[in-house]
């Protein structure tokens, strides 16, 4: 008969494909005599037993097969984990299972507070650590508690950050399967990690400690003490003091940071006389395992308990610099998250503001060719520094929708895992919606005043002092000459006004008023827990406003750098200019780099009016909605300035600022997939169709063709000529 449950102090070398790594590496430990929290694991089997008896195995591969596995980028990995957590999250346990698993689990765990941890068969294995990379919860009270948190360390099998280590490894994602490790909770002094082996030192050991809980320094909550030592006398050479203001500490049916008393942020968690426990524990072990460990330990009350051992699999989870892979970043705290909000919003966002209004007030057109060349080198430096900035703080940022989605499905279990983003977008302030909302305002401007839209569709320009004209100055001022990103020069306007007088034309358009309910959630936590619930949504919020408006920032150094380019292009109509041209040589136009088409597919066009053509594309489901329209292939930026009403945008990717024919758009289909991209953002925020991930869209797709966008499957049908 197949155990369901094992207890750690019985598991055997035999079982290692049942528990996986860290369950087999805490039975080795405790069957040496070494402290481990007594607990249980929770084999493969009951994950088996669950997808087969539910269903779950053949809804699966439906989920998978959209696109290949190795071709997904990170976005679509993230919808893809959300979908299945769903999955879990709504597929209870079958009540035979729930029996079976009940029965064999010691009646102590169920009336003490227990850690329910992952241990996948290939994890924490001589060469795939997964260190971090599947969900853990920490002060979990009773059955009912324990039964639901297994069935999210099932599903965190799925997790983005997973699925993106499984796709370095090359591992395919459905022939994986999780056991689950109870363990009574020990309610630490102190806690940390421990390697016998310091990552970029190999000569040295090290310690890292904090107050409290692990839970704060896995996180990056809490800095940790730090110290380098020999691994054979236990002398201590560096000693790293950071400042202690919060430890990790059990609270409700969780943990919360908490602030450390003044005794505490005065004095080290790791002492010399602690040292020595944890480093002998660690030499324990290494001589156990015979390779170098990776020890996460706990004490309490001078207790030492180790909580796991792993081999040090530096070269998997690191760069060629040492750095940790990206992907590791993917678990980003409340905390960090809050800190990372107020640089962007403080700093980063007015700092790029401030240089941008700089450079406005440079007239270009006085200064003399040197002068010019110097002006585009300079914009051009500042743009690349801006860029490498916002890839290092703003991309991060938007985790926070990551956050609050799998903290808002995990609270309310929604049948729509993407739900949650109608709760954001209902309080969203995104600049780019804001300027189309002023744009939707020009036009019915034009509306009321056909003497106007009549000078302007003649390509003559209204009195500088109508209402109209002082409008348009105003919201040029405000979000930028839109001509740029329509691959214009300096126009006085003309694409934009062209692309007003098509607005005016075509039906009213307006946002799409979402229903949400904010009250509903915050409701659903505890009292003790609304603070958690609050600082949620905001950071939520931030993280989805932030998506598209640190892009807008960036657009707008980028227009500085084009005005300056153009001016040189001017320039050079009359001849060649040494200087000049060579500052066009190197310079790069950001947003036609992003919309550069891909090259044709081999075979598909053909000579004159043939060609092979799909009839049916499949994609990702990122806007419900049906919509039945022309397509309007984005290959270049000035297909913008010719997009009419109606028409479903087709691009590579939709970028922020190009966003501003959307409430022309009768849909919107992308190559590039995923809930987070711009495309899906604003599609929600106008309750367009949408369907991202499509491969190969902006090939199979030309101008022209009758397109149905299905919103709510994910597809995308042409109609046969």
């Known amino acids: 008969m197949r155990s369901l449950c094992i207890d750690l102090t019985k598991l055997s070398a035999t079982d290692l494909p049942l528990v996986g790594g860290k369950a087999a590496a805490l039975g080795r430990l405790a069957g040496a005599g070494l402290?481990?929290?007594?607990?249980?694991?929770?084999?493969?089997?009951?994950?088996?037993?669950?997808?087969d008896t539910t269903g779950l195995r053949q809804r699966l591969p439906l989920l998978l097969e959209r696109k290949p596995f190795q071709e997904m980028r990170w976005e679509e990995l993230w919808d893809l984990g959300l979908r299945i957590r769903s999955l879990f999250l709504n597929t209870p346990l079958p009540e035979r299972l729930t029996a079976e698993i009940t029965a064999g689990l010691p009646s102590r765990l169920t009336r003490t507070p227990v850690t329910v941890r992952s241990s996948a068969p290939v994890e924490d294995s001589a060469t795939a650590s997964f260190a971090g990379l599947h969900d853990s919860f920490v002060n979990v009270h009773g059955l009912p508690a324990i039964l639901d948190k297994l069935r999210l360390v099932w599903a965190s099998l799925w997790s983005d950050r997973a699925l993106l280590y499984r796709q370095e490894l090359g591992l395919?994602?459905?022939?994986?399967a999780m056991a689950v490790i109870l363990q009574e909770l020990v309610l630490g002094d102190c806690s940390g990690v421990a390697f016998s082996r310091c990552p970029g030192r190999e000569e040295l050991a090290a310690i890292e400690a904090v107050w409290g809980l692990n839970q704060g320094l896995v996180d990056g909550d809490v800095e940790p003490d730090r110290l380098l030592l020999e691994p054979g006398?236990?002398?201590?050479l560096e000693r790293h003091v950071p400042v202690r203001l919060h430890a990790c500490r059990p609270s409700g049916s969780g943990v919360a940071l908490v602030p450390l008393a003044t005794e505490e942020q005065k004095t080290t968690p790791l002492t010399e006389a602690t040292a020595s426990q944890v480093l002998a524990l660690l030499r324990q072990a290494e001589t156990l395992f015979g390779v170098p460990q990776d020890l996460e330990w706990t004490l309490s009350q001078g207790s030492l308990f180790a909580l796991q051992s792993r081999p040090?699999?530096?070269?998997?989870?690191?760069?060629?610099?040492?750095?940790?892979?990206?992907?590791?970043?993917?678990?980003?705290?409340?905390?960090?998250?809050?800190?990372?909000?107020?640089t962007i919003e403080e700093e980063v966002l007015p700092a790029m503001a401030d240089d941008a209004a700089r450079l406005a007030t440079v007239d270009l057109m006085s200064l003399d060719n040197h002068s010019l060349a110097a002006a585009i080198s300079e914009r051009q430096q500042i743009l690349d520094d801006w860029e490498a900035r916002y890839r290092e703080i703003c991309i991060p940022m938007a985790h926070g929708i990551r956050l609050f989605g799998q903290v808002y499905n995990d609270q309310l279990r929604p049948d729509d895992p993407f739900a949650f983003l109608d709760l954001l977008a209902g309080d969203a302030g995104l600049l780019a919606v804001q300027r189309n909302r002023k744009m939707l305002e020009l036009a019915e401007m034009l509306r009321h005043d056909p003497s106007v839209a009549a000078i302007l569709r003649e390509g003559g320009r209204p009195d500088p002092f109508a209402p109209f004209s002082i409008a348009l100055a105003e919201f040029a001022d405000r979000f930028g000459d839109l001509s740029f990103v329509m691959g214009g020069m300096m126009s006085g306007n003309r694409k934009i006004t062209d692309l007003l007088l098509e607005m005016a034309a075509a039906p009213p358009a307006a946002n799409r008023r979402m229903q949400n309910d904010e009250a509903m959630f915050l409701e659903s936590f505890t009292p003790e827990e609304q603070e958690f619930a609050q600082d949620v949504l905001a950071v939520g919020r931030a993280s989805y406003r932030l998506r598209d408006n640190d892009n807008l920032a960036i657009g707008r150094l980028s227009q500085r750098l084009h005005e300056a380019r153009n001016e040189a292009i001017r320039r050079q109509s009359g001849g060649k200019i040494p200087e000049l041209a060579s500052q066009l040589a190197t310079g790069r136009e950001r947003v036609s780099k992003r919309l550069t088409p891909a090259p044709?597919?081999?075979?598909?066009?053909?000579?004159g009016d043939t060609r092979l053509q799909a009839r049916q594309l499949v994609g990702q489901p990122a806007g419900p909605g049906l919509g039945v329209g022309?397509?309007?292939?984005i290959s270049q930026p000035a297909d913008l300035a010719s997009f009419k009403a109606g028409e479903i945008l087709v691009c590579d990717a939709v970028d922020p600022n190009m966003t501003f024919v959307v409430p022309l758009a009768g849909g919107i289909v992308e190559r590039r997939g995923g809930m987070l991209i711009h495309g899906a953002i604003i599609a929600r925020?106008?309750?367009?169709?949408c369907v991202t991930g499509v491969p190969d869209a902006t090939r199979l797709i030309r101008s022209g063709d009758m397109l149905t966008v299905d919103g709510y499957l994910g597809l995308v049908i042409i109609a046969t000529p």
């Not at 402290?35 to 997808?51: D, M, R, S």
């Not at 395919?172 to 994986?176: E, I, M, W």
């Open 630 to 633: 022309p397509a309007r292939v």
């Open 685 to 689: 925020e106008y309750g367009l169709p």
């Open 233 to 236: 006398t236990g002398k201590i």
């Open 600 to 607: 044709p597919v081999a075979g598909f066009h053909g000579s």
């Open 312 to 342: 040090i699999t530096t070269s998997t989870t690191t760069n060629d610099d040492g750095e940790r892979s990206w992907y590791l970043s993917l678990h980003r705290s409340l905390a960090s998250l809050k800190s990372l909000r107020r």
């Open 35 to 51: 402290p481990v929290p007594p607990g249980v694991c929770i084999t493969t089997f009951a994950y088996e037993q669950y997808l």
């Open 172 to 176: 395919d994602p459905a022939g994986s």
